[in-house]
């Protein structure tokens, strides 16, 4: 075999161990502008046997993907987004004033331990993901408010459904995310504007501190990643298929990449311990890109 025979050979052989995790575990009816053929990732599998979804990482500002995943994937393009949708809630709440941002309003149920978390405040509302605390700040929202958060986090009003005639079907979009339809695309945009949103906008900054804490000490602990400052919100959809999403970005402090991971069924990793996975490969490859 001559020398540049052997260069092709050697080029083939890098670029087929490069391939990425989805490429060599991918389930055929991935979703309409689903990323492929794009870079791998270093560290192994992201995905396990268990495991079933994708993920999706993008370049933070310019929203470009970078690398992408998936196996045994089964969920729709979008679906509802769940208590990532608790987002907004509090960013139309303290906008809006109809909320202090130390007020505290008791978390009796749904959170992150089950009996409630007692009397707490918005950041750490976010960060375990209380139901009846969204639900009580909600319904002193008008639906224009929330509609106008959605706009100014990512431009989601396109993804409302139509104005629910009823406090509680209104209440179920704020605190739940019913019907308020996204995919990687969307949580990627909303992730975006919570991580280069205005540091004097202080309705924002509540937000990133709670979807920080959500990964230091509430529901996203399995992406907390040492040495890098991972912010994000999970969600989950309690009825088939089971989807569970989260939507972040890192490093805190100036932001390279925004992950965002759908899982399906209530088996294998949450979708915090894939982006863990997901978080620590490009931590690996910032540090010495010439090892992958």
């Known amino acids: 075999m001559g020398i540049q025979d052997r260069r092709e050979f050697l080029g083939s052989l890098a670029a087929a161990i490069a391939l990425p995790a989805f490429a060599r575990a991918a389930a055929p009816g991935l979703p309409p502008g689903f990323p492929g053929g794009l870079a791998g990732l270093p560290g192994g599998e992201v995905f396990e046997e268990a495991d ?11 929203l470009k993907p970078l690398h992408a995943g998936a196996r045994a994937w089964s969920l729709p ?4 987004t769940a208590s990532v949708a608790k987002t907004f809630c509090a960013h139309a709440a303290l906008r809006t004033g109809v909320l202090a941002p130390e007020e505290t309003l008791l978390c009796d149920g749904d959170g992150f331990k089950p009996d409630g978390h007692g009397p707490i405040a918005v950041v750490e509302a976010l960060a375990v993901s209380c139901n009846t605390f969204f639900e009580k700040s909600g319904a002193r929202l008008t639906w224009e408010s929330f509609r106008d958060s959605c706009r100014a986090l ?3 009003e396109e993804r409302l459904p139509s104005r629910p005639p009823g406090l509680l079907q209104r209440l179920d979009v704020y605190a739940h995310g019913a019907g308020l339809s996204t995919g990687f695309e969307e949580l990627a945009r909303l992730a975006r504007a919570v991580a280069f949103g205005d540091p004097e906008d202080a309705p924002l900054t509540a937000v990133r501190r709670g979807w920080r804490e959500a990964v230091t000490r509430g529901t996203a602990r399995d992406a907390d990643v040492e040495g890098l400052e991972v912010a ?6 309690g009825s088939a298929p089971w989807e569970r999403k989260f939507a972040a970005f890192a490093p805190l402090p100036d932001p390279r990449w925004i992950v965002t991971v759908r899982t399906a069924g209530e088996d294998g990793a949450s979708p915090a311990r894939i982006a863990g996975r997901v978080f620590r490969a490009l931590q690996s490859l910032q540090r010495d890109p010439r090892a992958f």
């Not at 979804?53 to 310019?62: I, K, Q």
């Not at 393009?77 to 509802?80: I, N």
């Open 52 to 62: 079933s979804g994708g993920f999706v990482v993008y370049e933070a500002r310019s």
């Open 232 to 237: 994000g919100k999970t969600g989950s959809l």
């Open 154 to 156: 990512g431009g989601l």
């Open 77 to 80: 393009p979008r679906a509802d």
